[in-house]
């Protein structure tokens, strides 16, 4: 942010914060208090930012406003971070996390949706299984873990969901590798049949199936070190595995390429694409790329190798 635009929104936000404080507006304080925090957080002020969002959470915390009070404690978390404070940063990232879990059910994608959603679902609890298996002795977050196991293995057995498959076959993968509790590597053996029965057919032959080769690799590695080899659903799972590794090299930018094959003869003229390289394309003819894709298809070949599926 350079200084003319630091100086305009530092003037906005103060003004917001006088006016906010003259009509005794409790709800306008703090997120002008927020909004200031966030100028200084962005422009390196950490003091001051810490500050603000400090008033500005203890505001809406008052006000019992829930999606406010979420975003101070992202805000602060990223704070503590810049800062070096990794517990700080490792508390309140929990506090944010366990701020979007609807009571009984799943998790917001983000603060101001009403409803979860199951791809964020299998979000979370990754994100609660790999916390619960580095922080034991966290007991808040074990018991959430806890009953949020419950939860979402009695959710996806009774209603299965291919947008579930990935991250919820990351985490299902990893509490069993935690706990070893017999539930969880059920749990697995249901989705794996899911995914063999149902859901593989959905997944387009020429598209980036990565987010979903994660969870399949996961899931194909736990049940492997369970004692499962030889089976009609392993074969299958690690013949599909097969074809989408050897499909990555297709999907994968290469350097300097400016052409996208579309069949045949026929092909897109891209020149932008050098400068995606390495990048993974979300189908071997969509000139599309993310950062997001290049990570799930990193993370599945890291998982495939580290595991020696293939």
């Known amino acids: 942010m350079d200084a003319e635009r630091r100086a305009r929104a530092d003037a906005v936000f103060t003004e917001a ?17 927020r909004g200031l925090g966030r100028v200084h957080y962005r422009t390196g002020r950490y003091a001051e930012a810490e500050a603000a969002l400090s008033q500005a959470l203890d505001g809406f915390l008052a ?8 975003r101070c404690v992202s805000h602060l978390a990223s704070l ?5 404070r990794t517990d700080d940063a490792r508390g309140a990232w929990l506090d944010g996390l366990l701020g ?3 009571p009984g059910g799943g998790f917001r994608q983000d603060p101001l949706a009403i409803d979860d959603s199951d791809y964020g679902n299998g979000e ?4 609660l299984a790999v916390h619960g298996d580095m922080h034991p002795d966290d007991l808040r977050a074990m018991n959430a873990l806890s009953d949020l196991d419950a939860t979402l293995i009695r959710r996806y057995s009774e209603k299965p969901s291919v947008m579930f498959l990935g991250w919820g076959g990351m985490a299902a993968a990893q509490r069993y590798r935690t706990t070893h509790d017999p ?6 053996r249901q989705l794996s049949d899911e995914f063999v029965e149902r859901f593989q057919s959905r997944l387009r032959a020429e598209g980036n199936n990565c987010a979903a080769m994660e969870g399949i690799a996961s899931m194909v ?4 070190h369970s004692g499962e080899k030889n089976t009609d659903r392993m074969r299958f799972m690690l013949d599909w595995l097969s074809r989408e590794v050897a499909k990555l090299e297709k999907l994968q930018i290469k350097p300097g390429q400016q052409r996208l094959p579309l069949g045949g003869s026929a092909y897109l003229a891209a020149p932008r694409m050098a400068e995606y390289a390495g ?13 997001d894709a290049a990570g799930h298809c990193l993370s599945a070949m890291v998982i495939i190798e580290r595991n020696q599926l293939l």
Do not use: N
Request: net charge negative.
């Open 17 to 33: 914060l006088a006016t906010a404080r003259q009509e005794d507006d409790a709800w306008a304080l703090a997120e002008a208090a």
């Open 63 to 70: 006000l019992d406003d829930r999606l406010g009070a979420a």
């Open 80 to 84: 503590a971070a810049a800062l070096g």
């Open 100 to 102: 979007l879990r609807i």
């Open 124 to 127: 979370a609890w990754l994100a």
């Open 183 to 188: 539930k969880f590597l059920a749990f697995l």
């Open 221 to 224: 590695a736990a049940l492997q």
């Open 279 to 291: 990048g993974f394309l979300a189908g071997i003819y969509e000139p599309l790329t993310r950062v």
